[in-house]
């Protein structure tokens, strides 16, 4: 299995971004896709999660009503919306398959003016 992320940015506080993460080598369909994050000095924390089908997802509380996970799974793709951003939304961002324990190698987000 491998996640490749893309998509990440240098962005101006109030903006937005998309990640992207591309899946191969497992059947993307039939699992659960987390999208976490990891800022420096700080230890990695989910940030979404969304059920194989798509029509189940969960936030953490610090980005509820301002991200959103999607998938498409003719793709074998998982994104994050992510809006009005903040500093302390600064971190490498990673997907994961979390029962199949693969993680992506990450894509830095940093939000600063």
């Known amino acids: 299995a491998q996640l490749v992320e893309s998509g990440g940015a240098l962005v101006q506080p109030g903006g937005s971004l998309r990640l992207s993460c591309a899946a191969s080598g497992f059947s993307f369909s039939r699992y659960e896709m987390n999208w976490h994050r990891q800022a420096l000095g700080k230890e990695r924390e989910l940030v979404a999660a969304?059920?194989?089908?798509?029509?189940?997802?969960k936030y953490a509380d610090s980005v509820k009503g301002r991200f959103t996970i999607s998938r498409d799974n003719a793709k074998s793709t998982v994104y994050l919306q992510m809006n009005s951003l903040t500093p302390e939304d600064t971190a490498v961002y990673y997907c994961?398959?979390?029962?199949?324990?693969?993680w992506g190698q990450g894509t830095q987000v940093t939000v600063s003016s």
């Open positions: 994961s398959v979390p029962t199949l324990g693969r």
């Open positions: 969304i059920f194989s089908t798509g029509d189940m997802t």
